[in-house]
Nanobody
Framework: QVQLVESGGGLVQPGGSLRLSCAAS????????MGWYRQTPGKQRDLVAD???????NYAGSLEGRFTISRDIKTRTVYLHMNNVNSEDTAVYYC???????????WGQGTQVTVSS
């Protein structure tokens, strides 16, 4: 059974930092692109950042420099480090796993991030 379990969301003040974690199980971790997406009510789910099987990273243009995606192959965990957050970063953040050859795709249940003073 495939599971992607996100954690680390919560309330953070503007200008603060947060680290999201996604623990993967049931997949061959090194065969999957891992990513973070976010969604606000009434809007589509948008890419935040992803990391491919070779460790190369890709970011939504407006977020590069503030957000950093990383992974730990040994613990099968992908992280999203969020710095200098603002109210526009408020969203539900989802972890995704996409097989490198375009096959299986999986999603986590999402974790809420709220930026507010």
């Amino acid at each position: 059974q495939v599971q992607l379990v996100e954690s680390g969301g919560g309330l953070v003040q503007p200008g603060g930092s947060l680290r999201l974690s996604c623990a993967a199980s049931g997949i061959s971790f090194n065969m999957y692109w891992m990513g973070w997406y976010r969604q606000t009510p009434g809007k589509q789910r948008d890419l935040v950042a992803d990391i491919d099987t070779g460790g190369r990273t890709n970011y939504a243009g407006s977020l590069e420099g503030r957000f950093t995606i990383s992974r730990d192959i040994k613990t099968r965990t992908v992280y999203l480090h969020m710095n200098n957050v603002n109210s526009e970063d408020t969203a539900v953040y989802y972890c995704s796993a996409k097989r490198w050859d375009g096959g299986s795709e999986y999603w986590g249940q999402g974790t809420q991030v709220t930026v507010s003073s």
